[in-house]
């Protein structure tokens, strides 16, 4: 939902204007904000025709940062999962999934947003299918597995960087005698356990109310940004530029940073050179599915989009330079460039990225409709709806150990959002990485394509 502006407004406090706009007046949540930062406790529900339903989520912020307990909830009101939060380094400390009948699906503990120590697993008789131990969120250690009918184990050995060790496992059948393993059982070895992290569940009522403006800036650029923010009569609420949420809301009041020295150590460089082993480096994208980053950089054009990654949230910067990405996907295809996104972390953040990928599309239709009948006529005619389906031939993939952002090096947290444009013969023609504490720090995917064409 969308507060309708009064045009002309004189902007005379940023803080105290954002607590008075922007205090919660959806449906959605229950909370308060202080300098237009959510602060203290706050409810979230889900919506259902407009309206109110059950507890989504429960919990604290501190500076718009979630902190301490928090627990989530699914639409049946059973509660889906409960952990804490560390304002500076995210999940922290020990943490109980669930499936949606209450019974227990996994327990272990997070350190700085990543799975760290033992973990154990169950299936939704309650039967416990595995266990094992995580460091920096990666499987490590011995781990053991088990049959749920007879509770013996059916597999144990170790992993090391996330991958089992060849050599050191045993394998049993029913009966409890030694056996050999097949292909299929191997495979299933370098499966990870499903961990369904779900991340803060709703955008703020700042960012909801200026999707539009921000969308722009990193589908556009800063012009259009500014020209869609005058049209919606926003500019004069953004006249405070940095003073806005501590200028984290982008657009039109953040241009474009860029690292310029890491930048240029990458531009001219054949990608190649910088990836140890590039021949065979492959990049997962599915359970069993990967590519070959060799295959995607020869004879043809290569985007390569590293995205900033999750650790406490979902960056709704990396949201919005997807959807960029996924609309304007088919001109990339027209002028010979293949487009690979990939999200720095393991395959279950990914997945919750996907997820709040499409929740993000809502959020964002909704409040282009919401606009469009308030202004009516006056409404811009080039903002349009999203789709959220992904484009087939777009590829995303996932960087789990971190590999390529650290070969790149632009590694941060997770990683610092890199865009990269490789010629035919995979040297690096156009490089561009954020400034580090600066998410929206981007360039226009309008401007990629551009030069993309080009070369």
Not at 119 to 146: I, L, N, P, Q
Not at 163 to 179: K, Q, Y
Not at 274 to 284: K, V, W
Not at 335 to 352: C, F, Q, S
């Amino acid at each position: 939902m969308v507060v309708g502006l009064a045009a002309g407004c004189k902007v005379t406090s940023v803080g105290s204007l954002l607590d008075e706009l922007f205090r919660p007046y959806s449906a959605a949540k229950d909370g308060r904000y202080r300098d237009g930062l959510r602060e203290g406790e706050w409810i979230l529900y889900y919506v259902e025709d407009g309206r109110r339903a059950s507890r989504k989520a429960h919990g604290s912020y501190a500076k718009d940062d979630q902190v301490g307990p928090w627990e989530y909830y699914y639409r049946n009101e059973r509660k889906e999962w409960a952990g804490s939060f560390d304002a500076r380094s995210g999940l922290q400390g020990p943490c109980e999934f669930f499936y949606e009948d209450g019974t227990t699906l996994a327990m272990g503990g997070f350190k700085g947003g990543l799975e760290e120590g033992p973990w154990v697993f169950y299936d939704r008789s309650g039967a416990k299918v595995m266990e094992g131990g995580f460091a920096g969120g990666v499987r490590t250690g011995t781990w053991t597995f088990y049959d749920p009918a007879s509770g013996a184990k059916s597999a144990e050995g170790r992993y090391a960087k996330d991958a089992p060790v060849s050599g050191s496992w045993r394998f049993w059948d029913p009966s409890g005698a030694e056996a050999l393993a097949d292909e299929a059982t191997l495979a299933e070895l370098a499966v990870r356990p499903v961990i369904p992290i779900r991340s803060q569940p709703d955008l703020t009522d700042v960012e909801e109310h200026f999707l539009p403006v921000l969308y722009a800036f990193q589908r556009e650029g800063e012009d259009q940004s500014s020209r869609v923010a005058e049209e919606l009569g926003l500019d004069v609420y953004m006249e405070g530029r940095e003073g806005v949420g501590g200028g984290r809301y982008g657009g039109a009041s953040n241009p474009a940073r860029r690292d310029e020295e890491r930048s240029r150590a990458l531009r001219g460089r054949k990608l190649g050179d910088l990836i140890a082993g590039f021949e065979d480096f492959t990049i997962p994208t599915g359970d069993l599915d990967s590519v070959k980053l060799a295959d995607l950089a020869r004879d043809k054009k290569l985007v390569l989009v590293l995205l900033r990654g999750m650790q406490r949230d979902v960056c709704i910067y990396c949201q919005m330079q997807t959807a960029a990405l996924c609309e304007l996907y088919e001109n990339f295809e027209q002028i010979g460039a293949e487009v690979l996104i990939v999200y720095p972390g393991d395959r279950n953040r990914k997945n919750a990225f996907l997820e709040q990928y499409e929740e993000f599309v809502d959020e964002y239709n909704a409040g282009i409709e919401e606009y469009r009948s308030q202004m009516r006529e006056r409404f811009p005619g080039d903002l349009q709806r999203l789709d959220a389906a992904i484009p087939e031939g777009l590829k995303i993939g996932i960087d789990p150990q971190l590999a390529l952002t650290d070969a790149l090096g632009v590694r941060d947290d997770l990683a610092r959002p890199t865009t990269l444009i490789c010629d035919e013969e995979g040297v690096i023609r156009y490089a561009y990485v954020g400034m580090a504490g600066f998410p929206e720090d981007r360039p226009a995917v309008r401007k990629l394509l551009d030069l993309a064409a080009d070369i």
